[in-house]
Nanobody, 120 residues
């Protein structure tokens, strides 16, 4: 019954790669922008990547050039490909959805998160 369900997290070595997936309901994915945020221990949650329904993307400076967000409309799934991972990327990663016209037209949705640990 969950609206957004993340998967793909786990343990990865520094310099390695990992791909996170977020499966969304069709009613959300067909309309909403999608994004990935993360929260490291002792830090505030931060937006790391965002993709609009039309495919425009933006990234936090800390991940630019290493992370790629994409969406598969046929599978109602958004991905976060993470390359050249660093220990400071360790965090719980959350999938989110926001309505392109603003909150008055649709509430935001958040997944429960998946833990990514970058360590030797």
């Amino acid at each position: 019954q969950e609206q957004l369900v993340e998967s793909g997290g786990g343990l990865v070595q520094p310099g390695g790669s990992m791909r996170l997936s977020c499966a969304a309901s069709e009613s959300i994915f067909s309309i909403y922008n999608m994004g990935w945020s993360r929260q490291a221990p002792g830090k505030q949650r931060e937006l790391v990547a965002h993709i609009t329904k039309s495919g425009y993307t933006n990234y936090a400076n800390s991940v630019k050039g290493r992370f790629t967000i994409s969406r598969d409309n046929a599978q109602n799934t958004v991905y976060l490909q993470m390359n050249s991972l660093k220990p400071e990327d360790t965090a719980v990663y959350y999938c989110n959805a926001d309505h392109p016209l603003g909150a008055a037209y649709g509430r935001d949705y958040w997944g429960k998160g998946t833990l990514v640990t970058v360590s030797s």
